[in-house]
């Protein structure tokens, strides 16, 4: 079919921009700098090593210093082993099997490991994702047999536009006490939907605790289990918690984002250590490095005999661990045979641990900012499909800019809200925001129809301070600085914190300080932001009551007060992506009591959505002149 031709051509186009963009960094950045950006542990201890599935070794290694680095690895993600001695050279691929704190399994398709492991330092590198493509590409070839399927493929007809969607309206449905009307609508809607529903869930608005609420009606009334996913880790690890906190049994496949006992408890690695036959598995596994190890001393022999036994103690290895993969597949299928729900990213519902499992029920969280290849993996192994997100948000990140013109930042959940609105629920009131906050989004994103829970319309950081301030810079000469496609502004940098300070010191005393964003959409603006903020004591005081970060990462979470740099001020009026409104509607929504953004009304007043927010400011009396706060 077209459709998926289209989207496997648009893949290939991500998939060839992302691997070009690997090979440059692997080039060209050092390794001190890898290191520090975290997509590199240097250096590492082997650990441990034994029999892993099938043709695998799998070893355990340590990271033994930077080990307050944040760092981009993850469960299943693709990895290189290397020797400094000749890190070219000297490099073995692998998959990472299991990640926790500063300790990393990977599997790789070795029987033993090369000589060069006990020469120099060796090092982890991440490397091109070719397992996500593959899997994506997977799920595009098998879907259009899917759609000639007369039950299979009603879920992939009405996903393609080739078939409506169904819903038993005849249902009974008992509404839930803590959900408001619009919650519980939408709950009703999931539950009476045959093929297809949409939580639509603006900022703040409760999706989360929809989605557990429907989850849990619909695991604990349907035959096997619930498959769950979202693109992100971290939209995994909550909904795996709230989902187990409604005493649901839930098995996590994968590594969490985050280290928490509650977490590990849930994996499926954990279910599994706590099997009987565990025991005999780790006896086993013992009983192959032995004959590993017993192999490595004929390495330097030549003789024929001596080769002969070497391969015959590498055979029985093999053999071991063939057995090793039957054992562990069936106490894997025993603990996830008793699983209410299953919980997975997109990619990580094809884990070798789940990849034949069907599901009923399949729900995609985070579908507004899921690619739409990624969204048929686990779409293929259900009959139903539930998304909740937010499309008018941040949109999936697709780094190349053919595939973003040509439609690849298009979302399944944004096709289907445009296509089926009766399979759709607007979740209408936001539990975080002053109403003041709300309502400028509310207009430009949500047609006007949101509206504050009376416990935060009008609340404040203290009494008579303002919700909402556009602070206008325009004329003020505070130009933005363009060092290729580094963008800063930096005495906008310097007055925003100042109103930050301002802040401080206006509020009553004994009140403690709020929780504060300060907020750019430009990486070079944050990274000067957080310098100064360090060098200001009053600033610093605030420990980490203060967070300053880009847009990307502060969705999903809400501060007390946000202040915003826009950073753009120039004669050309030149916005470059401050034109993606959604990542604007993402930055003012985070702010639960207070809200004050600085621009240049200059350069952002020649775009229709820059021009509403100044609108909006000045008839809530909200808008004011740099000039009239600047210390002199």
Same mark, same amino acid.
């Not at 695998?56 to 210093?65: N, P």
């Not at 759609?147 to 005849?170: D, H, M, S, Y």
């Not at 609420?213 to 349907?222: D, F, H, Q």
């Not at 048929?376 to 999936?396: E, N, S, T, Y």
């Given at each position: 079919?077209?459709?998926?031709? @289209?989207?496997?051509?648009?893949?290939?186009?991500?998939?060839?921009?992302?691997?070009?963009?690997?090979?440059?960094?692997?080039?060209?950045?050092?390794?001190?700098?890898?290191?520090?950006?975290?997509?590199?542990?240097?250096?590492?201890?082997?650990?441990?090593?034994?029999?892993?599935?099938?043709?695998?070794?799998?070893?355990?290694?340590?990271?033994?210093?930077?080990?307050?680095?944040?760092?981009?690895?993850?469960?299943?993600?693709?990895?290189?082993?290397?020797?400094?001695?000749?890190?070219?050279?000297?490099?073995?691929?692998?998959?990472?099997?299991?990640?926790?704190?500063?300790?990393?399994?990977?599997?790789?398709?070795?029987?033993?490991?090369?000589?060069?492991?006990?020469?120099?330092?060796?090092?982890?590198?991440?490397?091109?994702?070719?397992?996500?493509?593959?899997?994506?590409?997977?799920?595009?070839?098998?879907?259009?047999?899917?759609?000639?399927?007369?039950?299979?493929?009603?879920?992939?007809?009405?996903?393609?536009?080739?078939?409506?969607?169904?819903?038993?309206?005849r249902l009974p449905f008992q509404p839930a006490h803590r959900l408001n009307e619009m919650q519980n609508e939408?709950?009703?809607?999931?539950?009476?939907?045959?093929?297809?529903?949409?939580?639509?869930?603006?900022?703040?608005?409760?999706?989360?605790?929809?989605?557990?609420?429907?989850?849990?009606?619909?695991?604990?009334?349907?035959?096997?289990?619930?498959?769950?996913?979202?693109?992100?880790?971290?939209?995994?690890?909550?909904?795996?918690?709230?989902?187990?906190?409604?005493?649901?049994?839930?098995?996590?496949?994968?590594?969490?984002?985050?280290?928490? @006992?509650?977490?590990?408890?849930?994996?499926?690695?954990?279910?599994?250590?706590?099997?009987?036959?565990?025991?005999?598995?780790?006896?086993?596994?013992?009983?192959?490095?032995?004959?590993?190890?017993?192999?490595?001393?004929?390495?330097?022999?030549?003789?024929?005999?001596?080769?002969?036994?070497?391969?015959?103690?590498?055979?029985?290895?093999?053999?071991?661990?063939?057995?090793?993969?039957?054992?562990?597949?069936?106490?894997?299928?025993?603990?996830?045979?008793?699983?209410?729900?299953?919980?997975?990213?997109?990619?990580?519902?094809?884990?070798?641990?789940?990849?034949?499992?069907?599901?009923?029920?399949?729900?995609?969280? @985070?579908?507004?900012? *899921?690619?739409?290849?990624?969204?048929?993996?686990?779409?293929?192994?259900?009959?139903?499909?539930?998304?909740?997100?937010?499309?008018?948000?941040?949109?999936?990140?697709?780094?190349?800019?053919?595939?973003?013109?040509?439609?690849?930042?298009?979302?399944?959940?944004?096709?289907?809200?445009?296509?089926?609105?009766?399979?759709?629920?607007?979740?209408?009131?936001?539990?975080?925001?002053?109403?003041?906050?709300?309502?400028?989004?509310?207009?430009?994103?949500?047609?006007?129809?949101?509206?504050?829970?009376?416990?935060?319309?009008?609340?404040?950081?203290?009494?008579?301070?303002?919700?909402?301030?556009?602070?206008?810079?325009?004329g003020t000469g505070y130009e933005e600085k363009v060092e290729g496609t580094r963008i800063s502004n930096p005495?906008?940098?310097?007055?925003?914190?100042?109103?930050?300070?301002?802040?401080?010191?206006?509020?009553?005393?004994?009140?403690?300080?709020?929780?504060?964003?300060?907020?750019?959409?430009?990486?070079?603006?944050?990274?000067?932001?957080?310098?100064?903020?360090?060098?200001?004591?009053?600033?610093?005081?605030?420990?980490?009551?203060?967070?300053?970060?880009?847009?990307?990462?502060?969705?999903?979470?809400?501060?007390? *007060?946000?202040?915003?740099?826009?950073?753009?001020?120039? *004669?050309?009026?030149?916005?470059?992506?401050?034109?993606?409104?959604?990542?604007?509607?993402?930055?003012?929504?985070?702010?639960?009591?207070?809200?004050?953004?600085?621009?240049?009304?200059?350069?952002?007043?020649?775009?229709?959505?820059?021009?509403?927010?100044?609108?909006?400011?000045?008839?809530?009396?909200?808008?004011?002149?740099?000039?009239?706060?600047?210390?002199?």
């Amino acid at each position: 079919m077209d459709y998926f031709k @289209e989207l496997t051509r648009l893949l290939q186009l991500e998939k060839d921009e992302d691997r070009a963009a690997w090979e440059a960094m692997a080039r060209s950045v050092p390794l001190n700098d890898r290191r520090a950006n975290g997509s590199t542990w240097f250096p590492v201890a082997i650990r441990d090593t034994e029999a892993g599935y099938g043709d695998y070794l799998s070893i355990e290694v340590e990271r033994t210093t930077a080990q307050d680095v944040i760092h981009q690895f993850r469960f299943g993600a693709s990895v290189a082993l290397f020797s400094n001695h000749d890190a070219a050279s000297d490099r073995l691929p692998g998959v990472i099997s299991n990640l926790r704190g500063d300790r990393m399994k990977i599997s790789l398709r070795v029987d033993e490991l090369p000589d060069w492991t006990r020469d120099g330092r060796l090092g982890v590198d991440l490397v091109f994702d070719e397992n996500s493509y593959e899997e994506m590409e997977r799920a595009l070839r098998i879907a259009p047999e899917r759609l000639e399927q007369r039950e299979e493929g009603a879920l992939a007809r009405v996903l393609t536009g080739t078939q409506a969607p169904t819903f038993n309206e005849r249902l009974p449905f008992q509404p839930a006490h803590r959900l408001n009307e619009m919650q519980n609508e939408a709950v009703r809607k999931i539950l009476s939907a045959n093929e297809l529903a949409i939580v639509h869930g603006p900022p703040g608005t409760g999706k989360t605790t929809t989605l557990v609420e429907a989850i849990a009606r619909i695991a604990r009334g349907e035959e096997g289990p619930v498959l769950v996913t979202a693109p992100s880790n971290a939209a995994v690890d909550l909904l795996s918690e709230k989902l187990a906190a409604e005493g649901l049994n839930v098995v996590r496949v994968g590594n969490p984002a985050r280290v928490s @006992e509650a977490l590990l408890a849930l994996t499926l690695d954990e279910r599994m250590q706590a099997h009987p036959q565990m025991k005999e598995i780790r006896r086993m596994k013992k009983q192959a490095s032995e004959y590993r190890d017993l192999a490595h001393k004929y390495k330097r022999s030549f003789g024929a005999a001596e080769r002969e036994q070497r391969k015959a103690l590498f055979n029985e290895a093999r053999a071991i661990g063939k057995e090793i993969e039957r054992t562990e597949g069936y106490i894997a299928s025993s603990v996830l045979d008793r699983a209410q729900v299953i919980t997975a990213t997109l990619v990580g519902a094809a884990h070798q641990s789940v990849r034949s499992l069907r599901y009923g029920t399949v729900v995609i969280d @985070e579908a507004g900012q *899921a690619l739409e290849p990624a969204c048929w993996i686990p779409v293929l192994k259900g009959k139903r499909l539930i998304m909740a997100g937010d499309h008018c948000q941040l949109p999936p990140t697709v780094k190349s800019e053919a595939a973003a013109r040509d439609g690849l930042t298009r979302t399944l959940m944004e096709r289907c809200v445009g296509r089926y609105p009766e399979a759709v629920v607007l979740l209408e009131e936001q539990y975080r925001m002053h109403d003041t906050i709300m309502r400028f989004s509310s207009k430009e994103f949500y047609e006007d129809r949101l509206k504050a829970a009376p416990a935060v319309a009008g609340h404040l950081l203290f009494a008579g301070d303002r919700p909402f301030t556009f602070i206008d810079t325009a004329g003020t000469g505070y130009e933005e600085k363009v060092e290729g496609t580094r963008i800063s502004n930096p005495e906008e940098a310097v007055f925003l914190l100042q109103q930050v300070t301002r802040l401080l010191s206006e509020l009553p005393a004994g009140t403690p300080p709020p929780r504060i964003g300060v907020i750019s959409p430009y990486r070079h603006q944050v990274e000067l932001l957080r310098e100064l903020a360090a060098a200001q004591p009053a600033l610093k005081e605030l420990g980490d009551a203060l967070t300053v970060n880009t847009i990307d990462s502060f969705q999903g979470q809400e501060r007390d *007060a946000i202040f915003i740099s826009l950073a753009r001020s120039n *004669a050309d009026n030149v916005i470059g992506f401050l034109s993606e409104v959604r990542r604007m509607n993402v930055a003012m929504t985070r702010a639960r009591k207070k809200l004050v953004l600085a621009g240049d009304s200059a350069t952002l007043g020649q775009y229709p959505f820059y021009a509403d927010l100044i609108a909006y400011a000045q008839e809530q009396d909200a808008y004011i002149s740099a000039w009239e706060l600047m210390e002199f």
